[in-house]
């Protein structure tokens, strides 16, 4: 057997050897920076999407116990941890700063503040190591990210759902989307962490670590859905547009109601919570069903899909819930499209995404600027060219489709 410190030097020159083929082999190699919201992310990628390093600080226990995300508490997570995520990424990948062809960064949209955090470190990182800076549209990060995991030509319908965002745009290149509709108010995310919260459902034994969204998904498997008939949002707009707070409105006040006939106080548990998680969940999916069946109806009278094989993406973080993966393929189903939807782990933020984004700019060259160039974060961006005047001009009235799951 050999001396621990012969172990070591052998173990040290495997690395630097299996550095070096992975150098000579890998011909361009993309970092990826995620901080737009509540996850520190980062990861390492090769041209081919084959991820060799990453790692994610995610903030989500802070901020269920203050109740939300408080921007300045996200920003100074952000800032105590990106130097460590990166260079965790970095290290488990083997590979050096110098090596890099380009930093991928989400730069909009999101919180200000945290966006900022990203930016800043990308911004000296690109200028220390001369490394070329791919700015990235969170929303089209995630919407690119199943072109990761398999072979996705475009154009392709997307249904974008996550605790900031809610969008339906036709992706048409790497940096080429029609938008169709998005959340008027807030994003379905939002809505379901809100009334989570409304609920405490952090004192629930099951659900205290879960996010709002995760929480009713699971109580909503027990519950019964017909006890709390919410109404559909905007059922007389004609659109694809979103909005979720007058749902936010209307479970509020069954939840007022219920308080004062159990003569509780606002922070203790109900006994319906399950019925009101099934009722609001079911309300999201429908709501998120009718706009996607819209725009499917809306892309094919205007030949926008490919004839064969027409392909809805879901993806974002409220795309983990499998109630609403049902719902919208009893939509694709019946519209004859195919339903594809990453596993959840690449549904919610990371740094992988914005590397994938980042590897499909760098090898259309679209997008990469020189180290020296002056970015800014922007709060709020649009993805693509905005349709929607057109699909509300359009007026679509759509047969009703029974959708009918199991809890
Ligand atoms: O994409 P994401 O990680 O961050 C944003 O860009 O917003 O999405 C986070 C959101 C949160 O609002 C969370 O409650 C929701 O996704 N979410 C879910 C589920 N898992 C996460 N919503 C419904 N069902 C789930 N299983
Ligand atoms: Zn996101």
Request: aromatic letters at 6%; proline letters at 5%.
């Given at each position: 057997m050999f001396p621990t410190k012969v172990k070591r030097l052998l173990q040290l020159r495997n690395t630097l050897w299996g550095c070096a083929s992975l150098k000579a082999h890998c011909s361009r190699l993309v970092l990826g920076?995620?901080?737009?919201?509540?996850?520190?992310?980062?990861?390492?990628?090769?041209?081919?999407?084959?991820?060799?390093?990453?790692?994610?600080?995610?903030?989500?226990?802070?901020?269920?116990?203050?109740?939300?995300?408080?921007?300045?508490?996200?920003?100074?997570?952000?800032r105590e941890n990106i130097e460590r995520v990166v260079q965790e990424?970095?290290?488990?990948?083997?590979?050096?700063?110098?090596?890099?062809?380009a930093v991928a960064t989400t730069v909009k949209p999101g919180l200000g503040l945290s966006l900022g955090i990203g930016l800043d470190f990308s911004r000296r990182f690109v200028r220390q190591h001369n490394t070329p800076f791919i700015?990235?549209?969170?929303?089209?990060?995630?919407?690119?990210?199943?072109?990761?995991?398999?072979?996705?030509?475009?154009?392709?319908?997307?249904?974008?759902?996550?605790?900031?965002?809610?969008?339906?745009?036709?992706?048409?290149?790497?940096?080429?989307?029609?938008?169709?509709?998005?959340?008027?108010?807030?994003?379905?995310?939002?809505?379901?962490?809100?009334?989570?919260?409304?609920?405490?459902?952090?004192?629930?034994?099951?659900?205290?670590?879960?996010?709002?969204?995760?929480?009713?998904?699971?109580?909503?498997?027990?519950?019964?859905?017909?006890?709390?008939?919410?109404?559909?949002?905007?059922?007389?707009?004609?659109?694809?547009?979103?909005?979720?707070?007058?749902?936010?409105?209307?479970?509020n006040m069954a939840i007022m109601k219920k308080e004062a006939e159990e003569g509780i106080?606002?922070?203790?548990?109900?006994?319906?919570?399950k019925d009101i998680a099934a009722a609001t969940q079911h309300?999201?999916?429908?709501?998120?069903?009718?706009?996607?069946?819209?725009?499917?109806?809306?892309?094919?009278?205007n030949g926008m899909l490919p004839s064969s094989n027409p392909t809805l993406v879901l993806s974002g973080g409220v795309a983990s819930n499998e109630y609403i993966r049902k719902t919208l393929s009893i939509i694709t189903e019946t519209t004859g499209l195919h339903l594809l939807c990453p596993p959840a782990k690449f549904c919610t933020d990371n740094g992988v995404m914005i590397a994938w984004n980042g590897v499909e700019r760098l090898r259309e060259g679209k997008g990469i600027l020189p180290p020296t160039v002056?970015?800014?974060?922007?709060?709020?961006?649009?993805?693509?060219?905005?349709?929607?005047?057109?699909?509300?001009?359009?007026?679509?009235?759509?047969?009703?489709?029974?959708?009918k799951i199991h809890n």
């Open positions: 920076i995620e901080t737009s919201c509540d996850d520190t992310g980062a990861a390492v990628m090769d041209e081919t999407g084959k991820i060799l390093g990453e790692s994610l600080h995610s903030q989500k226990e802070v901020h269920l116990r203050t109740g939300g995300i408080i921007p300045t508490v996200a920003q100074q997570l952000h990424a970095l290290e488990r990948s083997h590979v050096a700063p110098s090596w890099l062809s700015p990235i549209h969170h929303m089209e990060a995630h919407a690119l990210t199943v072109r990761m995991l398999q072979p996705v030509p475009f154009p392709f319908l997307v249904l974008l759902v996550s605790g900031g965002h809610s969008l339906l745009a036709v992706a048409r290149g790497v940096d080429d989307f029609l938008l169709l509709g998005y959340s008027l108010d807030e994003a379905p995310g939002d809505t379901m962490d809100k009334v989570a919260r409304r609920l405490s459902l952090i004192k629930h034994p099951q659900c205290s670590t879960l996010s709002g969204g995760q929480a009713l998904e699971l109580l909503a498997k027990d519950g019964d859905k017909s006890r709390f008939p919410f109404r559909t949002p905007m059922g007389q707009t004609y659109d694809c547009c979103f909005s979720f707070a007058g749902l936010r409105n209307q479970v106080e606002q922070g203790t548990l109900l006994s319906c919570v309300t999201v999916a429908s709501h998120l069903a009718k706009r996607t069946h819209r725009a499917i109806v809306f892309c094919k009278e002056n970015v800014c974060y922007e709060p709020k961006a649009l993805l693509g060219v905005d349709m929607s005047a057109e699909v509300r001009a359009a007026a679509i009235r759509l047969p009703s489709v029974r959708i």
